[in-house]
């Protein structure tokens, strides 16, 4: 069974940081892409950052570059979003997500396979 189970979301005042953890189970992590993605209220799902399969190739959007770093731990099946000089624009859930497709390394929503069930950022002003 493919389980996706982030956890570290919370409130926090704007400059705040948080570290998101992503726990994975079910498949094959080590061969898999993951990405952390977001959603406000109101809006569309968007990407944040990406990491690949060992951990040597990440990518993120350019509202969060210079704040956020992920990272991986392919020995605990677990993918990490660090996230610092948080903005009240950073509130939404956030979801991480693998795509199971070996060499891929997109930014796209639509090719990853496994998704988490979110957890809940909250900046304030």
């Known amino acids: 069974q493919v389980q996706l189970v982030e956890s570290g979301g919370g409130l926090v005042q704007a400059g705040g940081s948080l570290r998101l953890s992503c726990a994975a189970s079910?498949?094959?992590?080590?061969?898999?892409?993951m990405g952390w993605f977001r959603q406000a209220p109101g809006k569309e799902r968007e990407f944040v950052a990406a990491?690949?399969?060992?951990?040597?190739?990440?990518t993120y959007a350019e509202s969060v570059k210079g704040r956020f770093t992920i990272s991986r731990d392919n020995l605990k099946n677990t993918v990490y979003l660090q996230m610092s000089s948080l903005k009240p624009d950073d509130t939404a859930v956030y979801y991480c997500a693998a795509d199971a497709t070996f060499g891929d390394f997109t930014t796209f929503a639509r090719t990853y396979d496994y998704w988490g069930q979110g957890t809940q950022v909250t900046v304030s002003s």
């Open positions: 079910g498949f094959t992590f080590s061969r898999c892409t």
């Open positions: 990491i690949n399969w060992s951990g040597g190739r990440t």
